[in-house]
């Protein structure tokens, strides 16, 4: 039997991680967020398709993408958490399961970073543990697809 395939989509400027401001999002390079995600993935009988790009109109086409073609979806829409309707609107009308994730805590952060247009069309929010929320969120989108069957 084929892997079910999460996509895990990754928004601006998340291809810097590890170069600078460890202090806020880890020491982790994104890199090495993919290879430990696929190891989890790999332990829940999932597969992985992890992509990062710095464009709203990208992200968009993938969570389109996503929808058609994977069994899941996580994503840290980065800045466009908290500025992309359109972004909310390719979520909403994608109808898999959806986890979005950040590494920080943005309710702990500056005023502008507290809300996220976007986690509305999620199933569920991970945040504040950094790398850590990755595989914890494949973990929610097992959870997730097993309880469709039911
Ligand atoms: O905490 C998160 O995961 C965020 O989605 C990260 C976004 C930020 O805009 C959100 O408010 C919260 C920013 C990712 C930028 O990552 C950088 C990493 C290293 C150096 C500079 C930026």
Sequence with gaps: ??????????GPNLNLL??????????????????????????????????????????????QEADKHATGLIINPGGFTHTSIA???????????????????????????????TAGAANGVIMGIGAAGYPLALEAIKSLIEGQKR
């Excluded at 039997?1 to 990754?10: E, H, P, S």
């Excluded at 805590?105 to 507290?114: G, L, S, W």
């Design 1 to 10: 039997m084929t892997a079910k395939t999460v996509f895990i989509l990754n």
């Design 18 to 63: 590890g170069a600078r401001e460890p202090e806020i999002y880890g020491s982790d390079t994104l890199a090495d967020i993919e290879a430990a995600s696929k190891v989890k993935a790999g332990e829940l009988g999932l597969s992985v398709d992890f992509r990062q790009s710095n464009n709203e109109g990208t992200l968009i086409d993938w969570v």
């Design 87 to 117: 972004l909310l609107d390719a979520l909403t009308a994608a109808s898999l399961p959806k986890i979005e994730l950040h590494l920080s805590n943005i309710h702990a952060r500056e005023a502008f970073r507290q809300k996220s247009i």
